[in-house]
């Protein structure tokens, strides 16, 4: 009778307490950082190889005189719970790519699977040309909108062989396509910076790239660029959480040798 | 005007959703506001391939119309297939509600796009192999014991690595059972966190490459 009565008052659905308890800890140390680092803290963040090659591709482009291209896979549709942020971040990385380019007037091609991400792609080129005084050199043809895998991939090597461009970016989702897009790259002997939260790609583009934005650091890459208080405060979010995690793991590994459930009890409330 | 509605409206509109959503998934309650919601976004991603097949089509009209060097015969190929394609599978849905039951459209997915795509799936095999070839070159102890690992979990997978050392299947099960888990659950844990944070900035309107705004502006 107690326990029916317990269900009835409970408001938060079983099993997913900690989880909730996790993300407030979570968006409060973000919040917390980021408030600091607007007032001017100082948050240290080291230099992600892979953004700070991205001049280094596109100066190498614009010397050959050959486009730079960049594609975020087929993996993430932005209805996508895990594969649509990783898009998103990619678009922002895209944005800076795109400055980068208008800057030196080389030819950027994007090639772009997903039909609910075209509109996004479209708008950050064209503010990224605005940005730089440019908007006469953005046009909706540098976005190549091509819909299925398989079609997607021949169009990109095929595009490979008759453009050779300079510098690949090989940044979002993918899936089977990262490998055969990056040794596709290779033979053609292009500068390659790929990136990708999804585990199993990752080491097709450590395989294949010059330099590879691993998990977090996709989302992060932003801060790199930008030095912006908000990214880095998050950034400071995310260690202290981490932090607490190894903590919790400690603590685990430690009752699991006194045959003690109750983290685990805790953990599934 | 324009500005406030192309950001600040975008900015709510991103809010309250996340929030709706966020409710659904953590408390209990019998509305249904979040599932519409969804729903709705799969209607409009929906539209969005239209429109998506839309530009495709008058972009490859541009083509023909200006004789593109090169493309142009492409561009006429591309439009014949989209009808004839188009064409088949609608009549197949008025018919029998069923786009596979036309026979035309059953032979165009059958035969042409199946067998193209899985081609083009096997061929991943060999970029696979220069891949690892690239991966395992051994120009420094990282490589090398990359190397290492990777050759134990091929004969593992292979069946001559049992015959030349029955040892040789153990340890390359080690390696996949135990070695490359935690590695691969910490990419999954500090993904995770990057993708909250992201969220969470998008969630308060500060995360600008999410609203087509451009960082280092």
New interface residues.
Partial sequence: MVKKEEENM????EG?GM??VI?LL??IL??VF?YLGRKGREIPVRTLPPMAAIPEGIGRAAEMGRPVMFTPGIAG???DP?QG?QV??A???L??I??ECAKTGVKLDVFMPI??A???TE??LR??YM?EGKPEEFSP?MIH?I????PY??AVLGYFQRERPATNFLIGGFY?ES??M???G?TIGAFQIGGT?N?HQ???L???CDYVL???????A?AS??K?P??LG??R??DV??LI?IALMIIGFLLGFARSPALINVLRW | MAEVLRREVVYLITAIITILMFIEFFFIGTWNVAEELRTWATIIANISIALGAVRLLSEHAKNIQRRRAGVWPFSIWLWIIFLVTLLSGLAGYVIKQDAMTNPLYNWLFTWPYTSLGQTLYAITGFYIFSAAYRAFRARNIDAALLLIAGCFVILTNAPIGGVIWSGIPVIGRWFLDYGQVPGMRCFLIVAAFGMLAYGFRALLGRERGFYGEVAGE
């Fill in positions: 409970a408001i938060i659905v997913r989880a909730l993300l979570s968006y973000f919040y980021m549709d932005l209805n895990t942020p998103l971040a678009i922002s990385i944005g800076y795109a400055r039909p609910t075209l509109p996004l708008e950050t503010t990224a940005a043809d909108f819909a299925g895998q398989s991939l021949t089977y490998v055969v990056g040794e596709g290779n939260a585990t990752m080491p097709f450590v395989a294949t691993l998990a977090e650091e996709l989302y992060a932003g660029i930008s912006d908000d990214i998050c950034l979010g995310e959480m981490k995690l």
